[in-house]
């Protein structure tokens, strides 16, 4: 598997995040998982959290949840945002709703999507943050304009994009996008290691076009390492006789508990550090629990690679007449 971290951090978000009173978030995935503990850590510091998610059932009762949790009111408050990543459509629609309802966003949005099986995964995992991202520029550019603004965004990655190690990996064209990686037992975890390096490549690109045009915005990768969520059962591993139902038993023990997963997503978020030091960690990849590290996997660092992601992404764009 691999991913793993020790159980004691020296980031705390208990003590090492400051009071976000006034700021204002969005998480996707926030009804569940890392997104659900991301969530959790935001809104006890006092921020305004958006759990952007395609179900209102299940992001409403994650919002009763946090409610019960003593989360609100006093510590912050939470929105459901209707976000559906599987149509980029459905994106734009998502973040000019948002734009209605805010006048800034002076923290971050973390980006993530979940491990399983999915037709168009590099549509829902990076195309559509695409252009959600994209939708939101004028505010986030606006809002980073501002005295003491403190703008970020953090694309979830995953330490899994080492399995595209020795791989010739392009993102030329539609095809490319669609890679299917033959019909084995790892084809679906392949794919989903190409969409969280498409993750990376569009972080970084995404920095450096904001750097020409002067704008304080910090975009981040992270990996949040091996957590015990329902994403990590869906493992091809877990199929094999024998050391699948052993590792069932295993992963509880050995993997970090969400909260402690998102500690690296809320430390990009929302750690003073970041801010302070922020040529080194604009469009850098995080790995737990909130360390600059070097991405497991070479084209991960590919210049080349980052800008024919975006210049086919925008072309795949415009297809959708959005």
Not at 51 to 62: D, N, T
Not at 311 to 321: G, L, P, R, Y
Request: charge should be neutral; include cysteine.
């Amino acid at each position: 598997m691999g991913g793993l971290v020790s159980k004691q951090s020296s980031f705390d978000p208990s003590t090492d995040i400051p009071d976000l009173t006034g700021k204002v978030s969005i998480v996707t995935g926030g009804n569940a998982g890392l997104g659900y503990a991301t969530v959790q850590h935001l809104a006890r510091h006092g921020a305004k959290v958006y759990i952007a998610a395609r179900s209102e059932e299940r992001a409403k009762a994650a919002i009763e949840r946090l409610h019960a949790e003593r989360l609100h009111p006093g510590n912050g408050q939470l929105d459901w945002l209707v976000l559906n990543l599987s149509d980029p459509a459905q994106a734009k629609a998502a973040a000019e709703a948002f734009l209605q309802k805010e006048s800034s966003m002076r923290i971050p949005y973390n980006i993530d999507s979940k491990y399983g099986i999915h037709e168009n995964m590099l549509q829902c995992s990076h195309v559509s943050p695409f252009v959600f991202t994209n939708a939101l520029m004028p505010l986030l550019a606006r809002t980073a304009r501002e005295p003491d603004s403190d703008v970020r965004i953090v694309m979830v990655s995953s330490h899994m994009i080492k399995t595209l190690k020795g791989r010739d990996i392009h993102f030329r064209d539609v095809n490319d996008f669609n890679e299917k990686f033959g019909n084995h037992i790892y084809s679906d975890m392949h794919r989903y290691a190409l969409s969280k390096l498409a993750n990376i490549l569009f972080a970084k690109e995404l920095q450096a076009r904001l750097d020409v045009q002067d704008l304080h915005i910090i975009v981040l990768s992270i990996t949040p390492g091996s957590v015990n969520t329902e994403g990590i059962y869906k493992d091809p591993s877990l199929k094999l006789p024998v050391i699948g139902p052993l590792l069932k038993l295993i992963f509880p023990r050995i993997f970090l508990s969400p909260t402690e997963g998102a500690y690296t997503s809320v430390f990009a978020a929302a750690s003073p550090v970041v801010r302070a030091e922020r040529d080194r960690y604009k469009g850098a990849y995080l790995e737990p629990p909130g360390k600059l590290a070097i991405p497991p996997a070479p084209q991960a660092e590919s210049k080349k690679l980052a800008e024919e992601l975006w210049n086919t992404t925008e072309a795949i764009v415009k297809t959708f007449d959005l």
